[in-house]
């Protein structure tokens, strides 16, 4: 078997409890019943993911950076989250984020859990640090798969070598590209069975499962 050298996890859903951070930042501010509108035109094929984001951002034009960050400072990260990753950290490996949320949520994560990496989408502020209606985006719906393979040659990492953790159908690309598929806690059957292992509970069961796959020598313990 491969050895493996990265794990690349989803984060909404994944290590933090909200399931869409788009969805909490518009129910915060109120704005989720037009944000429904923008997620609807883009089910039904009538705009793009980037112009389906780009809506969405627009809704909190004029909102301030710091009116922003004390909404996610809110989030909390999973039971169990700081235990995984001491555990992958200190085996080795190296840990990144990636997520089709916002790096408002994703840079908080990374700072807390001492995460090497994280790809998201970039909430854009003006020069007074209120939010100017767009977004940069990296991380589409569809196309984690290929921000896998850019990350892995980035660290000089094999595919084979890396593990894909996720819980929706957003996250199926990057576990047809991973050498190790984890579906946690999926939200469909589907996204269960397009993956290797499924795992459901919450995140000291996956380190249960990480320590027998990636076990540490005998005088190590967590």
């Excluded at 996610?72 to 001491?86: F, N, T």
């Excluded at 850019?150 to 996250?171: F, M, Q, R, T």
Aim: with cysteine; glycine share 6%; hydrophobic share 45%.
């Amino acid at each position: 078997m491969t050895k493996f050298k990265m794990v690349v996890f989803d984060v909404d859903g994944v290590l933090t409890e909200v399931d869409s951070i788009w969805k909490f930042i518009h129910m915060r501010l109120g704005t989720l019943e037009r944000a429904e509108a923008n997620a609807l035109a883009y089910y039904s094929g009538r705009i793009t993911y980037e112009e389906w984001a780009r809506r969405d951002v627009a809704l909190w034009r004029g909102r301030t950076k710091e009116e922003m960050e004390a909404i996610v400072k809110d989030i909390p990260l999973r039971r169990g989250a700081k235990e995984l990753i001491s555990f992958l950290k200190l085996r080795g490996l190296v840990v990144v984020a990636l997520s089709a949320g916002l790096d408002l949520i994703t840079k908080k994560v990374k700072e807390q859990l001492g995460l090497d990496e994280e790809f998201s989408n970039v909430l854009v502020f003006d020069e007074e640090d209120r939010v100017k209606g767009e977004v940069v985006v990296r991380v589409s719906a569809d196309n984690k798969g290929l921000v896998l393979r850019k990350i892995c040659a980035k660290y000089g990492v094999l595919k084979d070598a890396c593990i894909a953790v996720g819980d929706s159908e957003v996250d199926i690309p990057m576990f047809e590209e991973a050498g190790l598929s984890v579906a946690f806690s999926p939200k469909t059957k589907e996204v269960a069975r397009r993956a290797d292992v499924a795992i459901y509970g919450d995140l000291l069961k996956l380190l249960k499962f990480f320590k027998v796959i990636l076990p540490l020598p005998e005088n190590h313990a967590i």
